[in-house]
């Protein structure tokens, strides 16, 4: 991926020490970060403060960016880093990740005229709820990449530069999680 000059630019002065390009930069990415986080250990106070810890990292280490790749994904791979550190610290609190919060169940309550009707989206939540479900039964490894894949649709290369693992070794973890979870989707409809 190439950096733009506007984000060279941007990071340059940052590295300088130009507060302001460096807000510029992280208010681009704050909120897909926070998603991010919050994804990952479903309580949103602690997703603030490892979101607030990335950032102290990034800022202390902004010299250390290499502008190989694009700052967002750098940013990514701190803020999924981070997540993986409490996660480990944490483990008998957070055992299990969730993929859904309670900002999206509220989204989805809040239906435009133009909607299928009450009985169709009831079926579809069910079936979506389902499928959470089932995300919870398959390995933290395999719900991490499925996150960043399916759920928040980053590209092969930023999920590779995030999980600093090659993109042939990305497509093969999606492909085993898909196929996990396909496994566990269908054993437990079977038996329903």
Request: aromatic share 8%.
């Amino acid at each position: 991926m190439m950096i733009s000059e506007k984000e060279r630019l941007l990071i340059k002065k940052a590295k300088e020490g130009d507060e302001g390009s460096f807000e510029t930069l992280i208010l681009s990415c704050k909120g897909k970060a926070y998603n991010i986080a919050l994804r990952y250990v479903k309580n949103e106070n602690d997703a603030m403060d490892i979101l607030q810890e990335s950032f102290i990292k990034i800022f202390r280490h902004l010299d250390k960016f290499n502008e190989e790749s694009k700052f967002e994904t750098w940013v990514y791979r701190i803020v999924v880093n981070a997540c993986n550190d409490f996660l480990r610290k944490n483990k008998n609190k957070y055992n299990q990740l969730s993929l859904l919060s309670k900002e999206d169940e509220e989204m989805e309550m809040d239906i435009p005229d133009n909607t299928p009707s009450p009985e169709e989206l009831l079926l579809k939540k069910e079936h979506g709820a389902y499928i959470l479900d089932c995300l919870e039964k398959i390995p933290i490894e395999h719900k991490k990449i499925l996150i960043l894949r399916d759920i928040k649709g980053f590209a092969y290369e930023d999920i590779s530069e995030i999980l600093d693992c090659s993109i042939g070794t990305v497509k093969s973890r999606i492909s085993r999680a898909r196929n996990n979870l396909k496994e566990v989707y269908l054993k437990n409809n079977i038996k329903e």
